[in-house]
């Protein structure tokens, strides 16, 4: 019975084998189809953060797929080279998770690989990281005005062993870096102070930032709830570096209408280790300041110092008001910010100043 078996199992791989030979029949292939596209070949990513763009459409094609930038070329012809040139970039080895307690903690969650600054992933995507800056590729001409010669294009590869296709022509148009968000202030061709968008041709007017939201602040003056619209501004933000750091800065300033600091901690309803996922948190008179890593947030995933890809910073503080009843003010703003440095962000009590004595 053994020797059956076996003399069994031989025989129909001699019937195979012979088949194979006989028919002659061709080595199995991948597939890889005519119709390979993406759907939008003008690439626009803002310098200095990681964009995801434009997945490949593959038809059904058999994966994985090999891609391969080729031919970077300006409109005019000249080679360049700019937006593929290889630098340190951050790669995350361990999740994050918004519970670490030191900032050496979470740099162990991460090292630096050299990475393209424009790239290509497996599944087709294209990617810029935020290592490309402004001094690293040139962005889209300040004066608005785009020419030919300007752009960057370039021809992708596609292959598997089924065959060679090429997608041409696309185009890599990148917006100025631009370090945080909200950039209302920002002029996004030239990186400079935006006009008022109520008075666009007015140099002595500028566009700001305001909180993401304010609530029941009363006037010290006035009496009166504080407000933001289009036509009144009571409240503007800032967010600016500062000088005399160690490059992992962040701090919160408050100015009243005369431009002189309130006591931070007047804004006693204050959750000051909850507000960003900072270290060694110092409070002055004019600040209170915090060790950070950049970028703020570190990654999209909700934690208690983030409501997802924006950190949520909320100030508030309690009084007495009429009635004897305690009354709770707020203001906030929802932010990011993408470059390494020392950062304040500064709110500006432009027309009053809060009231925080009781009634």
Not at 160 to 174: E, T
Not at 288 to 314: H, K, M
Request: aromatic letters at 12%; proline letters at 7%; one cysteine or more.
């Amino acid at each position: 019975m053994k020797y059956k078996v076996l003399g069994t199992v031989a025989s129909v791989f001699f019937a195979v084998t012979s088949c194979t030979e006989m028919y002659d029949l061709p080595e199995d292939k991948d597939f890889i189809s005519e119709n390979l596209n993406y759907t939008n070949k003008v690439l626009e990513p803002r310098l200095g953060i990681t964009t995801i763009m434009n997945p490949l459409n593959a038809d059904n094609s058999t994966l994985p797929i090999g891609f391969e930038i080729i031919n970077p070329r300006f409109g005019d012809g000249r080679p360049v080279t700019d937006f593929l040139q290889v630098v340190p970039t951050y790669e995350w080895i361990a999740e994050y998770d918004g519970e670490e307690t030191s900032l050496q903690e979470i740099e162990n969650k991460r090292h630096l690989v050299d990475k393209p600054l424009f790239e290509v992933d497996a599944g087709g995507r294209f990617i810029m990281h935020a290592t490309a800056t402004n001094e690293l590729v040139t962005p889209r001409p300040a004066d608005t005005v785009l020419k030919t010669q300007d752009i960057r294009f370039f021809d992708l590869k596609l292959s598997n062993s089924g065959g060679i296709r090429y997608v041409k022509d696309f185009q890599l148009i990148p917006w100025r870096e631009i370090p945080y968000e909200p950039s209302t202030d920002i002029n996004p061709y030239t990186g400079g102070i935006a006009p008022d968008p109520n008075a666009p041709n007015d140099p002595r007017k500028r566009a700001y930032i305001v909180p993401s939201f304010i609530s029941n602040i009363v006037g010290e003056t006035t009496n009166v709830l504080l407000e933001n619209n289009i036509q009144k501004k009571d409240i503007v933000v800032y967010i600016r570096p500062f000088e005399g750091g160690n490059g992992n800065k962040l701090r919160f300033k408050f100015l009243n209408k005369d431009s002189i600091p309130i006591y931070p901690l007047d804004f006693n309803e204050t959750r000051w280790d909850e507000l960003v996922h900072g270290f060694n948190k110092e409070v002055t008179a004019e600040y209170v300041q915090y060790d950070v890593a950049y970028p703020i947030p570190l990654t999209s995933i909700r934690t208690i110092y983030s409501i997802g890809d924006r950190v949520q910073a909320e100030f508030g503080y309690s009084r007495i008001g009429w009635g004897g009843t305690r009354e709770i003010a707020s203001f906030g703003l929802n932010f990011k910010i993408f470059k390494k440095g020392d950062w304040e962000i500064v709110f500006h009590f432009k027309n009053d100043n809060p009231k925080f004595d009781n009634e």
